[in-house]
């Protein structure tokens, strides 16, 4: 069993910059891909980035690429999503996830195995 806690949302203005991180319990850690998805009001869960277990390969959604970095520190069971260049149609409830697909960078809902709870991220224009 793993539980994940996002923390680092908020309101920004655009061109803005935030840093979300999901801590994780357990031991673990290593052997979870991670990815990052949101929702944005009225439309499903869409994938953000993905890094596997071992930090070595990383994926992005075409609409994020450039402006967003993920990474992941295992000595202290964290990932981060770093976003920057900010614009309204970021705004969403950001969400990390797990993966027991360790050596996958996965984008499907479907392969990830746990969730977060959720923050809330606000760009205003």
């Known amino acids: 069993q793993v539980q994940l806690v996002e923390s680092g949302g908020g309101l920004v203005q655009a061109g803005g910059s935030l840093r979300l991180s999901c801590a994780a319990s357990?031991?673990?850690?290593?052997?979870?891909?991670m990815g990052w998805f949101r929702q944005p009001p009225g439309t499903e869960r869409e994938f953000v980035a993905a890094?596997?277990?071992?930090?070595?390969?990383?994926d992005y959604a075409d609409s994020v690429k450039g402006r967003f970095t993920i990474s992941r520190d295992n000595a202290k069971n964290t990932v981060y999503l770093q976003m920057n260049s900010l614009k309204p149609e970021d705004t969403a409830v950001y969400y990390c996830?797990?993966?027991?697909?360790?050596?996958?960078?996965?984008?499907?809902?479907?392969?990830?195995?746990?969730w977060g709870q959720g923050t809330q991220v606000t760009v205003s224009s």
């Open positions: 996830a797990a993966s027991r697909r360790s050596m996958s960078t996965v984008p499907f809902t479907r392969e990830y195995d746990y």
């Open positions: 890094i596997t277990g071992t930090g070595s390969n990383t």
């Open positions: 357990g031991r673990t850690f290593s052997r979870y891909a």
